[in-house]
Nanobody, 119 residues
Framework: QVQLVESGGGLVQPGGSLQLSCAASGIKSRIDAMGWYRQAPGKGRELVALITGGGSTNYADSVEGRFTVSGDNAKKTVSLQMNSLKPEDTAVYYC?????????????WGQGTQVTVSS
């Protein structure tokens, strides 16, 4: 059974930093990509950042230059370093992993971790 466990959320002041971490277990197939999504109150879930199995990264425009995603396919971990945080970054952040099994892609999600940016 696949399980994603997140850690590192919390309350931080504007301009501060946080690091989120996610560890996946139960994955035996090739990882296509790992990354982070977020959902703010009253809004849909949106991509924050992802890293592919080949090491390419993709960021939402709103976090480009402030957030850095890193991953280790062998250890099945992904992290998100968030700097210069803004109140609009407040959301529940979800770890996401996509796995290829027999040419089909399967998506797995963590339980979510709250990030609150407030003075």
């Amino acid at each position: 059974q696949v399980q994603l466990v997140e850690s590192g959320g919390g309350l931080v002041q504007p301009g501060g930093s946080l690091q989120l971490s996610c560890a996946a277990s139960g994955i035996k197939s090739r990882i296509d990509a790992m990354g982070w999504y977020r959902q703010a109150p009253g809004k849909g879930r949106e991509l924050v950042a992802l890293i592919t199995g080949g090491g390419s990264t993709n960021y939402a425009d709103s976090v480009e230059g402030r957030f850095t995603v890193s991953g280790d396919n062998a250890k099945k971990t992904v992290s998100l370093q968030m700097n210069s945080l803004k109140p609009e970054d407040t959301a529940v952040y979800y770890c996401h992993v996509s796995v290829e099994i027999f040419l089909r892609t399967y998506d797995y999600w963590g339980q979510g971790t709250q990030v609150t940016v407030s003075s």
